[in-house]
């Protein structure tokens, strides 16, 4: 008796899942109709990463004296990083560090990833500042 009315109510509650789950109508998202086009001068270097943040999806461009443009998806450019030598600058950051190699994005901001020819890794800044260095061996 108690196998039948378990089974029953098994049988029941799959019953009810299986209709409420079938039940949905499905959704279907259109893409814009245009889409946005912009251009992205040569001059800006090799395209290194795409984030996301607040204000939108960018890309992020380094060129071969290593300065770092960021740019928005319709090809606007929304900020520029220097590079140096010897004589810092404000906001920029040193060459020493390195290529490049991606950004991330985190709630407390942008961050950059560089590694140079030793194998030095070091996360940094949009303002300069090094977070944190890891070395390969």
Known sequence: MRKRVSLGLASLVLLIAGYAIGNRKPTVVHANAAPTQGVVPRSYGRLVAGIADQIGTGLVFEDAEGVIRF????????????????????????KSYGHLVTAVVNPEGTALVFEDGAGTIRFVTL???????????
């Open 71 to 94: 740019v928005s998806v319709n090809g606007m450019k929304e900020g520029e990083l220097a590079r140096y030598d010897k004589t810092p600058t404000h906001g920029g950051i040193p």
């Open 127 to 137: 303002t300069g500042v090094k977070e944190s260095e890891l070395t390969r061996n």
